[in-house]
C-alpha cells in the first residue's frame, strides 16, 4: 500500500538525501585537516595537560585514564558499589598477628615448641576491622640507614636494650633505636662476624645467594649480609624477645615469625646455599638429629652449615651455662655424628664456630644405617608434621655432578634456566615459556614505573608478590635497594623451588590465613590473578584486610586480574581507607586483564575523622 501512494514522493527525497550525506561528509574531511594542521582547540588543549604533568607524582592525576574500557563487561550500579566502611580496631591490637597471639597459643602444648607455631583463629574469631598504626607512627628511615636505626613510635619497646644491652643488639637514644650490628656471639659486630666466616664459605664469590638464619633476633647477620648481595631469610619466634621479628623487618631485613618445631619449615628442599644459627637455642642434638635433619632437607647441595655458641667452646663456657663437661661433651658428639650421618664434612672449628659442608651428591655418603625419607615430594611441606628422616639425594650419574642441578654464579643466576625447569620438575612450564615469562614481566614493571615513579627505588623497599609464579616480578625488579618476598600460595603450582634456583627467597602460604608477620611490614604488596586464585575458597574480605594489616601507612599496592574480578576488590577496597584507581592492561583497553593500583592512607590510633577515600 505504502508503494502504491508514495512512490513519486520518495524517489524525489532519495538523491537530497545522498546529497546531504556527501555535502556532511566533505565537511567532516575538511574538519579534521583544519585539526591535524596544529591550530586546533584539540592540539592546544593536549599541550596544556603535557605541560602541566611533566613533574609526575606517584600517581599521576591527569594524564592517566584509571576507568576500565573493556566493552563486554558490565558496568557496576552505583547502587552496587554501597560497601561497608571498615572500623578501627581497639588500640591493644596495634600490633596484632593472627596466627601467632599469645593468649591462643598457650592452650597448645608447649613439647616441641608447638605452641609457638601457627594457630589460626576460626572464621567466627577473625578480626574483621582495620589496625591501625600507634602515635607517633613515621614512615621508616629509607635504605640502607634503616639498617642502623628505626623509630621508637614504630616499634615501642625497650625489653631488648636491657635484656641484650652487653651484647649490641639494640640501643635506645632519644627517639630512636640503634641497632650496632652486633649479636649474642658477635659482640665486635656483624661485618667482623661473616669476615670469619667468608674465610671458609665463599661468600664474596657469588656462589651464595640464599641464606636461612635460624632464631635471628634482630637480623642484623641477615642485615650485613644484604651489602654483600646475598639475601636472608631471618625467622624467629613470637615470644619473651619481645617484636624482635618486627625490629628485623622495621629495619628493612627479609624475617617471619616461625620456629623449629613439630611442623616442617615453608621452604621448598634444596633452597639456601647457606644455613646459620647464632646461639639460637634449638636442640640440635635432640629427636634424633631431626632439626638437623630439616635443616640438610632446605639446604642445597654443596651449601654450609654454620653453628656459633653452645655447645661449641664447652671446655671455656660450660660453667657460665650451668653445666658439666660430660654434658656439653656429649651434646657435641652427637651433633658430629648426625653431621657425618648427613654426609656434611667439617670445614672449620675454631673458639665459638664450626662450619660444615654438605656434599653435592649422595655417591660419597658412607652411611652404614640410616632412616631415609619415602614422602616422593620432599617440597609438600604445608603444615606437614616433620620427621626424623634424611632427604635423599636426587640421582646423578657421576661423583663429580651436583645433585638437582649446579647453579651459576648470582647474578648470572637470576635469569638462567633453573635446574627444575630444566630436568621437566614444574608440569606445564618449558624452557621456551619460562623465557617468555621474563619478558612479559619485564614489560609489566616497565609499565608499573610509569604509574608509580618511585618503584625501584628505596621507597618501596620492603616488597612481597603474593602470588610470585615464576618469580618474574622480584627478577625484573632486582635491585640491591629493594628484595621481594615472594609468596608462593598452597593452592598453586608449587614454584617456589624455581623462585630459590632464581636466587631469590620467599615462603609458601595460603590467604585464607594470616600472614606470618606483624602489621606494617611491607613498603608495596603486588599480587598476580591472586583473586582470581581464591575466588572460591575464601572471602576476598579477608584477604584484603589481611593485606591492610600487613603493609605499611602510605604503602602501596598492585594487583593484576580480570575486570569482574577487580570490581569486586575495589568495592571492598572503598571501605579500607585506600587511595585507589583502575588501570588498563598495557596492550590496551580491550584486554580483559586490569591493573588496580592503590595507597593506603595514613591514621594512627585515636584518628577518628580520617578523610574519604580517593576512588577515581
Avoid at 323 to 341: G, M, P, S
Avoid at 457 to 465: Q, S
Amino acid at each position: 500500500m505504502a508503494s502504491k501512494y508514495h512512490g513519486p514522493i520518495n524517489r524525489t527525497r532519495r538523491p537530497i538525501s545522498i546529497l546531504i550525506v556527501i555535502g556532511l561528509c566533505c565537511f567532516c574531511y575538511l574538519i579534521g585537516i583544519w585539526q591535524k594542521s596544529g591550530s586546533g582547540k584539540g592540539d592546544k588543549l593536549a599541550l596544556q595537560v603535557t605541560q602541566q604533568t611533566a613533574d609526575c607524582n606517584v600517581f599521576p592525576q591527569t594524564t592517566l585514564d584509571f576507568e576500565s574500557h573493556h566493552n563486554y563487561v558490565e558496568t557496576v550500579e552505583t547502587s552496587e558499589l554501597t560497601t561497608k566502611r571498615f572500623k578501627s580496631c581497639e588500640a591493644k591490637y596495634t600490633d596484632y598477628t593472627p596466627c601467632h597471639e599469645q593468649d591462643r597459643a598457650m592452650k597448645f602444648p608447649r613439647e616441641d615448641m608447638i605452641y609457638r607455631e601457627r594457630h589460626c583463629p576460626p572464621d567466627d574469631e577473625k578480626l574483621r576491622c582495620l589496625i591501625l598504626a600507634p602515635k607517633g607512627y613515621t614512615t621508616p628511615f629509607p635504605w640502607p640507614k634503616s639498617r642502623d636505626y628505626a623509630y621508637y613510635a614504630n616499634v615501642p619497646y625497650k625489653h631488648l636494650t636491657v635484656e641484650k644491652a652487653v651484647q649490641n643488639w639494640v640501643q635506645f637514644q632519644g627517639n630512636v633505636f640503634k641497632f650496632p650490628g652486633g649479636g649474642t656471639m658477635f659482640p665486635r659486630g656483624a661485618d667482623a662476624y661473616i669476615d670469619e666466616l667468608a674465610s671458609v664459605v665463599p661468600i664474596e664469590s657469588g656462589m651464595i645467594r640464599t641464606a636461612l638464619d635460624t632464631g635471628c633476633g634482630v637480623a642484623s647477620w641477615g642485615a650485613y649480609l644484604l651489602k654483600r648481595n646475598i639475601l636472608a631469610m631471618s625467622f624467629a619466634p613470637k615470644d619473651n624477645h619481645e617484636a624482635q621479628v618486627q625490629f628485623a623487618l622495621e629495619r628493612g631485613v627479609p624475617a617471619v615469625i616461625g620456629v623449629l618445631g613439630s611442623i616442617s619449615l615453608p621452604y621448598p628442599s634444596r633452597s639456601f646455599d647457606m644455613s646459620h644459627c647464632s646461639r639460637c637455642l634449638i636442640p640440635w642434638a635432640s629427636k634424633e638429629g631431626m632439626y638437623m635433619m630439616e635443616v640438610d632437607r632446605v639446604l642445597r647441595p654443596g651449601g654450609y652449615w654454620i653453628l656459633s655458641g653452645p655447645p661449641l667452646n664447652w671446655k671455656t663456657y660450660h660453667r657460665v651455662w650451668n653445666r658439666t663437661k660430660e654434658n656439653c661433651r656429649a651434646e657435641q658428639r652427637r651433633i658430629e655424628e648426625y653431621a657425618e650421618l648427613l654426609c656434611w664434612e667439617k670445614k672449620y672449628e675454631k673458639g665459638d664456630v664450626a662450619i660444615w659442608r654438605k656434599n653435592i651428591n649422595g655417591k660419597s655418603c658412607r652411611r652404614t644405617s640410616a632412616n631415609i625419607c619415602q614422602t616422593k615430594d620432599a617440597d609438600n611441606v604445608w603444615y606437614k608434621k616433620m620427621d626424623a628422616c634424611i632427604t635423599p639425594y636426587p640421582d646423578v650419574k657421576n661423583s663429580d655432578e651436583v645433585a638437582g642441578g649446579e647453579l651459576k654464579k648470582f647474578p648470572a643466576r637470576l635469569f638462567a634456566v633453573p635446574p627444575r625447569i630444566a630436568n621437566e620438575m614444574v608440569p606445564g612450564v618449558t624452557v621456551e615459556s619460562y623465557q617468555e615469562d621474563n619478558k612479559l614481566w619485564k614489560k609489566h614493571v616497565t609499565s608499573y614505573k610509569r604509574s608509580i615513579s618511585l618503584l625501584g627505588t628505596t621507597r618501596y623497599h620492603n616488597i612481597m608478590d603474593m602470588n610470585a609464579g615464576l618469580g618474574g616480578f622480584a627478577a625484573a625488579l632486582d635491585s640491591p635497594k629493594l628484595w621481594v618476598m615472594n609468596v608462593v600460595p598452597t593452592i598453586a603450582e608449587n614454584t617456589l623451588g624455581v623462585v630459590y634456583e632464581r636466587g631469590l627467597i620467599g615462603i609458601y602460604h595460603d590467604w585464607c590465613e594470616g600472614f606470618s608477620t606483624y602489621p606494617r611490614t611491607y613498603d608495596l604488596l603486588h599480587a598476580n590473578r591472586l583473586f582470581t586464585l581464591y575466588q572460591d575458597k575464601c572471602e576476598f574480605e579477608d584477604i584484603l584486610l589481611e593485606m591492610d594489616r600487613v603493609l605499611r601507612p602510605e604503602g602501596a599496592v598492585i594487583l593484576r586480574d580480570g575486570v569482574e574480578v577487580l570490581n569486586k576488590v575495589r568495592k571492598i577496597a572503598a571501605g579500607l581507607r585506600w587511595d585507589t584507581k583502575l588501570l588498563d592492561h598495557e596492550d590496551g583497553p580491550l584486554v580483559p586483564e586490569k591493573i588496580f593500583v592503590a595507597v593506603k592512607q595514613y591514621a594512627v590510633e585515636g584518628d577518628e575523622n580520617q578523610s574519604t577515600p580517593n576512588d577515581d
